[in-house]
């Protein structure tokens, strides 16, 4: 298929910039469905304890290297890469459904959350035609009736912001039964697009110190990610070539 990539402990990660990404990412689901993951080393960590996730992670669309753990890994294997946070690499195909009339839906986050983010989405990105949208607090008994919903609007686009793993896990139990949409795991960013979670400052992003922004800002989450971090780059030190 043509694809650059560079396998991490077994995972392959696309290598392009962000904007081959996204033309990537619009090409192929001209075809077919796609899916969307942006991986960094928890979710690598996970995957080697689920069989499930890990054929997720290794058969997906697309693999961009969200995160700082993951660019570092590749500067290890000697490849510089530029980040692509999926937040950005999100936003930017919703501003490009938008562009082409097309429908989006948003399924995750808690209800108030959602609505917010909803709202400040349509405000900020002109011609935005969100179809569906509905709160990630469900049901497994409800998924049947959630995707015969959806089908129903035809979106485009249909982001799951339903925290890893569940996000792809069921992106990848639905996607087949649509036709040439985009699907993308999308983490905590309608938390981020409501407006209730700050990203850090520009400054710190573009230092790779997001996680340290997270440390101050958010000790518990930073604590949950932390231990994994340094033993996944003790493993890519060790499986270097
Ligand atoms: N979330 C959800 N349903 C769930 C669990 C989580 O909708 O059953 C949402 C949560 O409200 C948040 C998003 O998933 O908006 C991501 O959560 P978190 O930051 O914990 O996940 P991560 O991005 O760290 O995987």
């Known amino acids: 298929m043509g694809r650059k990539h560079k396998e991490i402990l077994g995972y392959n990660v696309d290598l392009l910039s962000f904007n081959e990404a996204i033309d990537f990412i619009i090409n192929k689901s001209q075809k077919e469905s796609t899916q969307t993951i942006t991986i960094n080393p928890e979710m690598i960590a996970y995957a080697d304890q689920n069989e499930e996730f890990a054929k997720i992670l290794k058969t997906a669309d697309l693999v961009i290297p969200d995160g700082f753990g993951i660019q570092l890994a590749l500067r290890i294997y000697g490849i510089k890469q530029e980040r692509i946070p999926g937040i950005e690499f999100a936003r930017k195909i919703i501003e490009y459904c938008a562009s082409q009339s097309m429908p989006i839906a948003l399924i995750g986050a808690k209800k108030e959350t959602l609505a917010k983010a909803c709202k400040k989405l349509k405000e900020d990105i002109p011609n935005l035609n969100i179809v569906y949208a509905k709160d990630g607090y469900f049901e497994d008994t409800e998924e049947r009736q959630i ?13 799951a912001a339903l925290g890893v793993p569940k996000q792809e896990l069921f992106i990848r139990k639905y996607m087949k039964e ?12 309608f938390d ?3 407006g209730e979670v700050k990203r850090a400052p520009i400054m710190f992003r573009k230092m790779g110190l997001e996680w340290f922004w997270r440390l101050i800002n958010a000790p518990a989450r930073f604590r949950r990610m932390f231990p994994t971090l340094p033993i996944f780059l003790f493993k890519v030190i060790i499986n270097r070539k």
Do not use: C, Y
């Open 192 to 194: 981020v697009w409501s």
């Open 147 to 159: 995707i015969e919903q959806i089908k129903e609007v035809k979106p485009k686009l249909i982001l």
């Open 178 to 189: 649509f036709e040439k949409t985009i699907f993308i795991g999308v983490g905590g960013s």
